[in-house]
Each structure stands twice: as C-alpha cells, then as structure tokens.
C-alpha cells in the first residue's frame, strides 16, 4: 500500500538500483579478486605466507569478510572450473559481491537512525535526518557508484558514538576498535570525543591505548615479513599519507595537523561531557575532525562517507537555521563532488562505471580513459575554467563548510524543532517542511544523484 511516507522514499529506492545493478568502480573488482587469492591461500594452508606477502591498506578482518561473503562464488568457480581470472567477466558474481557493500549500506541506515533517535528529540527531525542521510551524494556515490569498502566499518563508528553517548565504554571503545582498524582515518572522528570526555591523562591515554589495539595485533603478525623483507605493512605508509600537505600556510607548515591538534584542544578544554548538550558537541566535534581532513588532508573521493554521517545530523540540530544548514550541506556535497571529478578522475563519473555490470555490453565506450565530467567542459565546452579556478572552487568549499560548521554550533542554535510526535512524513509534517522550505531541498537532494546517473549514462554507454 503506497503512503505519502512511502512516495518520499520510492524514487530513492528506484535510483539507488539503478546504481547498484549498473555502476562501479575498479578497485571493488580488485577487492574481489584479493579475496579470491586470500580463499586460494586459505584452503592451502598458506594463509600466513600470503599475509606477509601482501600490503594491506584495510584491518585483514575486512579482507575475511569479503572472503566469507565471497565463499559461495568462489566454490561455484572451483565445481565449474571457471578461472578466478575472469571473475570480472561473470556479472552475477560480482553483483552478488557487491551486495557486501550495500547491505552495510543499509545497516548503516539503521544505525544512523539509531543515533539520530539519541541527539534529535523530534520525530520529524528524525525522519528529515534520515532521508538526507540516505540522499546524500556522500552515500550513494561511495556505496552504489563504487562499492566503496569504507562502508564496511562506517556502521561501527556510528553504533560506537551511540554508545559512547549513552555511557558505556567498552562497547565505545570496541566498536572504535574494529573502524580504527578498519582504516586510520577514523582517528579523526574518534579522537576528538576521546578529548571531550576524557580529562585524566592515564584515562585517556588507557582509552586510546584500547582503541589501537587490533592495530597493534595486525602489525605483530607483519613482523614476520617486516624482518624478512618481504611485504609493507599499511600502518606507517598510511598514515603519512594522511599527513600529506593539501594546504600549507608558510614555509612546511602544514594546516591539518595543527588544526586538528586545535580541535582535540578544544575538546580537552570544553568541558561539559554530562550536559544536555554533550550530544550536540559529541556530533559537532567529531564532525569538524572528519571535515578538516577533507578539506586539509590528501584523501581518496569515496572516503567521502564518514562526513556523511555528521552533517545532516548537524543541519537538524541548528533548530530555525535547519532550512539554511539543508541548502548548504547540498551545495557543499555537489561541490565536493564536482571538484573530486577533476582531481581524481577515475572514480566519479570515471569511463570504468558500467564496465563490469549489467550494461558492460552497450555503448561505444569512445570516450574510454575520460572523465564524464571533465570530458563536457575540454570537449563541448572547449574551456579549461574548472582547472584554471580549482583554487576559487576549494575556497567556496572552505566557505560553505565554516558556514555549516559556525551555523550548527552547539548553544547557537534557536529552538524551532518539531514537537515530539509529530511525523516528518505526515501530512502536518510536509505543510511544515514547506512552510520552512526544507521539502523542495529534500526533493533536490533527490534529484542530483538521479541527474548524476542519468549524465553519467548518456556520456559514458551513448557516446
């Protein structure tokens, strides 16, 4: 029976299958075929030979459960004798796959609901948050377009700040444990809530000791190829990566680490953890570390995701301003997203989206190496504006994320939240969405991963 809740959510549904049958990205067939290998060396007993061969850039727990996941293709290849080598070729293998990613995507879903349920009070707000979540450009592209593994641990970081709200550290500290593993990068969001709560030295230090400990497990198990010399571990190559100048002020000074450092002072220093606002400051703090990495740091486009998670919830807690924050988180996504398209070409809109899936057979592909964004502006376009005004691009980037960031802070925002029963998709929520002008932002935010899809289908299989 089709509601007015269920019409708001039926296009989503229809575009984000649209992109899991048709898009994704080569390195999730690399993903695969690793864990093809990893199953190979497994099932021969050589599984610690091949893990100190290997430079692994994700915790190996996220490379066993691909392998898990991937189980039933992988023996369906050794009774049929088909060669691992042309997984690529087999679409039903890589669609069932590609279902690890999506269903994390959708238990992440879940588990933004759940944490929304704890900083929002009302109902409405809940379902706003969710559904710009769900919309984001930051989740459907790293999820559906590319089949990013970072999803994998992005429910860990959101059930850990759902515990780290309510108190309870183990779990906090073990959930944080896994993502932390999962990839460093979630430090930045992990550290300053760490800072915030933690005002004992030997506290805190015992907490960010726990935090790192499957770290510390992965890196004795690579010491047997540390001393052999065979292998790298990520740990160390990683984050220096994550240190690399994006933007410096000065001769070697570079801005991400000492704004970070800023932030975790911040923190330290706020206070308050027990307040009726510990909610809001946990989402803005860990937030704006996420943030400042993206915006100072080197990073990879699809790691996009873990903002995702902060900033709708941001916009909802900036009570009258929540209109304002909406349209800003949108312009800072589809900017983010545009600049990324230029910077790194190949995932995107990159030539590889329909090479794999359902649609590998169609199309002339005779724009193969290009960029379906950057090809409009050097081939139709003629003009190299985008290239020559990145840096006018990036500053209203700054801009809009500052605006977000200084609009939401906690204690600014005006009380204007929806009572505590009151549905955002019922009738007397949608009156007040327009009324505050947040549905036509709801319907955009819907809209531009539906344009995306459509350009990226007409330039990549039509020309």
Known sequence: MLTRKNLCWLPLAVIALLFFFTQTYPDFVGMARLSFDLLDH?????????????????????????????????????????????????????????????????????????????????????????????????????????????????????????????????????????????????????????????????????????????????????????????????????????LRMRLEVGPGINVLPMAFALLCLYAFLRGGFRSEQRAHEAIWLSGLGITLFFLFGMHHSQWCILMATFLPLICMLSGRLRALQIFLLTAFEGLFVFRECFMLTWVFAGWGAYEYLILKHFGRQSIRGQNAVTWFFDYVLGSAAPYAHMDLIYTILLFLAVCLFVLGFPGRAKEGSAAEGESGMAPAGIRAALREGILPLLVLRTLLPAFYWIYTFIVLIWL
């Open 42 to 242: 497994l099932f021969h007993g050589q599984f610690l030979t091949y893990y100190h061969s290997m430079e692994w850039l994700y915790g190996i727990w996220v490379y066993l459960l691909y392998a898990i996941w991937e189980l039933p293709v992988y023996l369906a290849f050794q009774l049929l004798h088909i060669p691992s080598g042309e997984l690529e070729q087999v679409v039903p293998a890589l669609l069932w796959i590609k279902l690890l990613p999506f269903g994390a995507g959708l238990f992440s879903l879940v588990t933004f609901r759940s944490l929304a349920d704890q900083v929002l009070k009302a109902a409405r707000d809940k379902e706003i948050a969710l559904y710009l979540y769900a919309a984001s450009l930051f989740v459907i592209l790293p999820v559906l377009g590319t089949a990013t593994n970072d999803i994998v641990y992005l429910p860990f970081i959101q059930l850990g700040i759902g515990f780290y709200l309510k108190g309870k550290n183990r779990p906090f500290l073990l959930c944080f444990a896994l993502a932390n593993s999962g990839k460093l990068l979630s430090l930045f969001i992990f550290l300053p809530l760490l800072f915030y709560r933690d005002k004992k030295p030997l506290v805190l230090l015992r907490n960010m000791a726990a935090s790192l400990a499957l770290i510390v497990i992965d890196k004795l198990l690579l010491l047997p190829s540390a001393s052999a010399g065979i292998g790298r571990g990520k740990t160390g190559e990683f984050f220096q990566y994550l």
